[in-house]
T-cell receptor
Framework: NAGVTQTPKFRVLKTGQSMTLLCAQD?????MYWYRQDPGMGLRLIHY???????AKGEVPDGYNVSRLKKQNFLLGLESAAPSQTSVYFC?????????????FGPGTRLTVL | GQSLEQPSEVTAVEGAIVQINCTYQ??????LSWYQQHDGGAPTFLSY??LDGLEETGRFSSFLSRSDSYGYLLLQELQMKDSASYFC??????????WGAGTKLIIKP
């Protein structure tokens, strides 16, 4: 099992450009998440999905959109990148959102917006 | 607002014991989790406490006091490979994980 994979691993964008980050998991998990992590800070939830075809806003959703067309994939889009979106983006998945359920993380995407 | 407070950095000696504290203030509480993250890596799950008391997993233990909104992670027999950042995270009333800013653990030989 590959677990959670993310593509790309690194990306540099110019202000105003758009891009899509892809997350894939092979654990048949229902729940998937997109987080961003800035230096010296914990993870902040951008959007999440409780199942195929459903998405919901997290703590910091502005400037991002997501889609979950297939259970195993969760896409994060930046329509018009801004320097404030320079960050490391982590995707995670879990069986559920409650109790002892563990979130499994991908390796991250390092995004720089110039 | 919601917040989790943990020390930004802790230093310890190889072979020693270290405790990383976490206090929280969240809307709802459905458990306290701890994750480890090595530099450049992804967070990995360490432990979870839903009820008061101590949970032990090998060299790592985690404690929770819900009345004090407080928990800690205890690492025993420290090894150099334990050098990493440790995050506490609380599952709030929306079942979302709210994360602390992380504690960087520096281990000296």
């Amino acid at each position: 099992n590959a677990g959670v994979t993310q593509t790309p691993k690194f990306r540099v964008l110019k202000t105003g450009q758009s891009m899509t980050l892809l997350c894939a998991q092979d654990m048949n998990h229902e729940y998937m998440y997109w987080y961003r992590q800035d230096p010296g800070m914990g993870l902040r939830l951008i959007h999440y999905s409780v199942g195929e075809g459903t998405t919901a806003k997290g703590e910091v959703p502005d400037g991002y959109n997501v889609s979950r067309l297939k259970k195993q994939n969760f896409l994060l889009g930046l329509e018009s990148a801004a320097p404030s979106q320079t960050s490391v983006y982590f995707c995670a998945s879990s069986l559920s959102m409650g109790g002892t359920d563990t979130q499994y993380f991908g390796p991250g995407t390092r995004l720089t917006v110039l | 607002g919601q917040s989790l407070e943990q020390p930004s950095e802790v230093t310890a000696v190889e072979g020693a014991i270290v405790q990383i504290n976490c206090t929280y203030q969240t809307s709802g509480f459905y458990g306290l989790s701890w994750y480890q993250q090595h530099d450049g890596g992804a967070p990995t799950f360490l432990s979870y406490n839903a009820l008061d008391g101590l949970e032990e997993t090998g060299r790592f233990s985690s404690f929770l006091s819900r009345s004090d909104s407080y928990g800690y992670l205890l690492l025993q027999e420290l090894q150099m490979k334990d050098s990493a950042s440790y995050f506490c995270a609380v599952r709030d009333s929306n079942y979302q994980l709210i994360w602390g800013a992380g504690t960087k653990l520096i281990i000296k030989p």
